[in-house]
């Protein structure tokens, strides 16, 4: 059985990301996420990282497509296809120094294709988990 994340993580999460958005002058907040998904798991009022964009006034944006997109784009390959369609979902956002926010398993495929694309990306955390989460 699945358990919920302890509103406690959430809290330590969003101060993470305030921490590094102050610490390296983030200017936007970018993330793998869409409306679509979050719908589906019925998170209202937006994601954390939305959340503390509004909090903190800059520009906020989802990156990931919607299954609609997905189809249209006729997508196979879903990650790498994806990460492609977050870097277009970033030259579009075009707010920098800009925090994008992946997954664990996207880290270094997504850096790579940052750094072939032009970018100039840093990883702040490869795989953030909350205090709470005990060691394996």
């Known amino acids: 059985m699945i358990q919920p994340t302890p509103p406690q993580d959430f809290a330590e999460f969003r101060d993470f990301l305030r921490a590094v958005t102050k610490r390296h002058g983030i200017r936007g907040i970018a993330e793998e996420m869409s409306l679509?998904?979050?719908?589906?798991?019925?998170?209202?009022?937006?994601?954390?990282?939305?959340?503390?964009?509004?909090?903190?006034?800059?520009?906020?944006?989802?990156?990931?497509?919607?299954a609609k997109t997905q189809e249209a784009l006729d997508i196979a390959s879903l990650n790498k296809q994806r990460?492609?369609?977050w870097i277009k979902e970033l030259n579009i956002f075009d707010t920098f120094p800009v925090l994008f926010?992946?997954?664990a398993d996207h880290t270094e495929s997504f850096k790579g294709?940052?750094?072939?694309?032009?970018?100039?990306?840093?990883?702040?955390?490869?795989?953030?988990?909350?205090?709470?989460?005990?060691?394996?």
Not at 42 to 65: F, N, Q, W
Request: hydrophobic share 30%; glycine share 6%; with cysteine.
């Open 36 to 66: 679509c998904a979050l719908k589906k798991r019925k998170v209202r009022g937006g994601s954390i990282p939305c959340c503390l964009a509004t909090e903190l006034e800059v520009p906020h944006r989802y990156c990931d497509m919607d």
């Open 83 to 85: 990460e492609q369609y």
């Open 101 to 103: 926010i992946v997954g």
């Open 113 to 136: 294709l940052l750094n072939d694309s032009g970018f100039q990306p840093f990883v702040v955390e490869s795989n953030w988990e909350p205090s709470s989460t005990p060691s394996s």
